[in-house]
T-cell receptor, first 115, second 112 residues
Framework: DTAVSQTPKYLVTQMGNDKSIKCEQNLGHDTMYWYKQDSKKFLKIMFS???????INETVPNRFSPKSPDKAHLNLHINSLELGDSAVYFC??????????????FGSGTRLTVV | GNSVTQMEGPVTLSEEAFLTINCTYTATGYPSLFWYVQYPGEGLQLLLK?????DKGSNKGFEATYRKETTSFHLEKGSVQVSDSAVYFC???????????FGTGTSLTVIP
């Protein structure tokens, strides 16, 4: 059983399109996250949700909109895709927002390529 | 504020060599410290952690000791293998537990 699963694994799309990435966790965790990893492997947090409530919203273009229908799912919708959005996007989760003791569990990533 | 600084890579070692990847941190309060590993084409996996000063985290032959006096959490392995080739991330969890702070990652390549 995959703990944190993301779909799709690869996404190639044209500039200007709208796309979504889905994330589901079966760990019973309360907090989920979206991270963006650039070509130099640098990880930047984008959003964090705790039990469906947005708790972290970093400086991200408003073309990016997270949606959490329930605490096991956190989807990422991106409007009007740009070349600079090409990256690997990681979903992660942790229990109760208390990553202090447990750390995060990451999904395997979605490699987005905008052409 | 909170931050993590890792040694820059890439690092290339021969099999069975000794590995050290330096990590220092800045934090308020009492953070927890982690090392994550990312194998090619995969997500990040927790390698080891330490939740208080002087704790030693260990896994798969890797070790790191939480040193409060030097604000460091250096990753070490006595004898690396080709299969250890990956990107290693040092990370800090704030004592409020709300956010992780990742280092920039260090790419390790082990050659036979």
């Amino acid at each position: 059983d995959t703990a944190v699963s993301q779909t799709p694994k690869y996404l190639v799309t044209q500039m200007g399109n709208d796309k979504s990435i889905k994330c589901e966790q079966n760990l019973g965790h309360d907090t989920m996250y979206w991270y963006k990893q650039d070509s130099k492997k640098f990880l930047k947090i984008m959003f964090s949700y705790n039990n469906k409530e947005l708790i972290i919203n970093e400086t991200v273009p408003n073309r990016f909109s997270p949606k959490s229908p329930d605490k096991a799912h956190l989807n990422l919708h991106i409007n009007s895709l740009e070349l600079g959005d090409s990256a690997v996007y990681f979903c992660a989760s942790s229990p109760d927002g208390q990553s202090l003791n447990y750390g995060y569990t990451f999904g395997s990533g979605t490699r987005l390529t905008v052409v | 504020g909170n931050s993590v600084t890792q040694m820059e890579g890439p690092v290339t070692l021969s099999e069975e060599a000794f590995l050290t990847i330096n990590c220092t941190y800045t934090a308020t309060g009492y953070p927890s410290l982690f090392w994550y590993v990312q194998y090619p084409g995969e997500g990040l996996q927790l390698l080891l952690k330490a939740t208080k000063a002087d704790d030693k985290g260990s896994n798969k032959g890797f070790e790191a000791t939480y040193r409060k006096e030097t604000t460091s959490f250096h990753l070490e392995k006595g004898s690396v293998q080709v299969s250890d080739s990956a990107v290693y991330f040092c990370a800090l969890s704030s004592n409020t537990g709300n956010q992780f702070y990742f280092g920039t990652g260090t790419s390790l390549t082990v050659i036979p």
